[in-house]
């Protein structure tokens, strides 16, 4: 138990579909993240959030939206995904943004199939 | 540009010591941390170096030559959990490497 928890787990969606995965953080961090994993490739910051504002979009496609209601919760909204978006998709919380010496603590991720 | 490079695969036997190489040409550098990931499981973290030397926890320690622009994790006395990937990060956030898959073998 890492203190960050992503649902859903598993999701497989059609290239048409709209879904959504959540991430909770119960550490009192104010900074969360989302990352993508792909196989074989550099895990890949995507958007970083710091007291509930957006502060890093690494150029991410507009069929991923990023929503955050407070520090605790984060979402990231899929539209007309592609099948090269087939990831593992980390949530992750710190203290601080970006901060030296801030350790990064990881959701267990939620594994994202697109059809 | 910024790169961080990392052997892709290691294979040690049970109760030997392996070191992870990790090489990083990045334009700032506010530490540099390890973590652990086991398959199909999130990153945990492992440790963070700051100043150039070791640093030591139990059977993993981790070395940074800030000049060199490189570090290493070692493991001691390697147990079968250990097998996993070893992700080397710059600046905590961001910038990983592509990770280096650590097999242990009976």
């Known amino acids: 138990e890492t203190g960050v928890t992503q649902t859903p787990r598993h999701l497989v969606m059609g290239m048409t579909n709209k879904k959504s995965l959540k991430c909770e953080q119960h550490l009192g961090h104010n900074a969360m993240y989302w990352y993508k994993q792909s196989a074989k490739k550099p895990l890949e910051l995507m958007f970083v959030?710091?007291?509930?504002?957006?502060?890093e979009n690494n150029s991410v496609p507009s069929r991923f939206s990023p929503e955050c209601h407070n520090s605790s919760h984060l979402f990231l909204h899929l539209h007309t995904l592609q099948p090269e978006d087939s990831a593992l998709y980390l949530c992750?919380?710190?203290?601080?943004?970006?901060?030296?010496?801030?350790?990064?603590?990881f959701g267990e991720g939620s594994w994202l199939t697109v059809v | 540009g910024q790169n961080i490079d990392q052997p892709t695969e290691m294979t040690a036997t049970e109760g030997a010591i392996v070191q992870i190489n990790c090489t990083y040409q990045?334009?700032?550098?506010?530490?540099l941390f390890w973590y652990q990931q086991h398959a199909g499981e999130a990153p945990t973290f492992l440790s963070y170096?700051?100043?150039?030397g070791l640093e030591e926890k139990g059977r993993f320690s981790s070395f940074l030559s800030r000049s060199k622009g490189y570090s290493y994790l070692l493991l001691k006395e390697l147990q079968m959990k250990d097998s996993a990937s070893y992700l080397c990060?710059?600046?905590?956030?961001?910038?990983f490497g592509t990770g280096t898959r650590l097999k242990v073998l009976a």
């Open positions: 990045t334009s700032g550098f506010n530490g």
């Open positions: 170096n700051v100043l150039d």
């Open positions: 990060a710059v600046r905590g956030v961001g910038i």
């Open positions: 992750a919380s710190s203290q601080e943004a970006l901060r030296s010496g801030n350790t990064i603590y």
């Open positions: 959030y710091n007291f509930k504002e957006q502060t």
